[in-house]
């Protein structure tokens, strides 16, 4: 089974412009959730998606948005970016039983803001 | 609300010797608790779980961890170290909250260094 995949791998943007970062989940899991990690910060949760409804949200502002598409597949969003939005993104999948859950992460998309 | 505490921000032990990262957590009702491993440059590699039964939870690369639910802690353990364990872990537990979805929030992540 494949595992999570995260396009692109690495990026560089200019400060004011907008990034879309892609992930595609484990197959069967519908879940998609995305963290920001920063040597600052550690590892910030951003969202959570569920059969395209967003579930979860943390404290980003609304420079941040996601969508999840039918097929599971997610995109995430950063418009006006800023230099503090360097960072590492990762994007997790996970499936949920009634008796157990399991989440797996993605390489991760290393976002650079000059 | 939820929380994870990593108290160590490095642990160095001796290639051979045994390890431990602790980990201790708050959260409203059952927990599920994880580790993953962090290496330079990659995404968070899963490593074991407790969702329930036995409190001793045995996982990949011959750790281990256990959930002690009085002093609510989930300390992550291996009986010899290897240099290649040199990574960032990471602790994760993962609760209800206030919409009744349940979300993982994540320690800060302790720096293992096993010294050859």
């Known amino acids: 089974k494949a595992g999570v995949t995260q396009t692109p791998r690495y990026l560089i943007k200019t400060r004011g412009q907008q990034v879309t970062l892609s992930c595609s989940p484990i197959?069967?899991?519908?879940?998609v959730s995305w963290y920001q990690q920063t040597p600052g910060q550690g590892l910030q949760f951003l969202f959570e998606y569920f059969s395209e409804t967003q579930r979860n949200k943390g404290n980003f502002p609304g420079r941040f948005s996601g969508r999840q598409f039918s097929n599971s597949r997610s995109e995430m969003n950063v418009s006006t970016l800023e230099l503090g939005d360097s960072a590492l993104y990762l994007c997790a999948s996970s499936f949920e039983t009634g008796v157990s859950y399991e989440q797996y992460f993605g390489p991760g998309t290393r976002l650079t803001v000059t | 609300a939820q929380s994870v505490a990593q108290p160590e921000d490095q642990v160095n032990v001796a290639e051979g010797n045994p390890l431990t990262v602790k980990c201790t957590y708050s959260?409203?009702?059952?927990?599920?608790l994880f580790w993953y491993v962090q290496y330079p440059n990659r995404g968070l590699q899963f490593l074991l779980k407790y969702i329930t039964g036995d409190n001793l939870v045995k996982g990949s690369y011959g750790f281990e961890a256990e959930f002690n639910k009085s002093q609510t802690s989930f300390h992550l353990k291996k009986p010899s170290a290897l240099v290649s364990d040199s990574a960032l872990y990471f602790c994760a537990v993962r609760g209800s909250n206030s919409g009744g979805y349940q979300k993982v929030t994540f320690g800060t992540g302790t720096k293992l260094q096993v010294i050859p």
């Open positions: 959260v409203s009702g059952n927990p599920y």
């Open positions: 197959s069967g899991h519908r879940s």
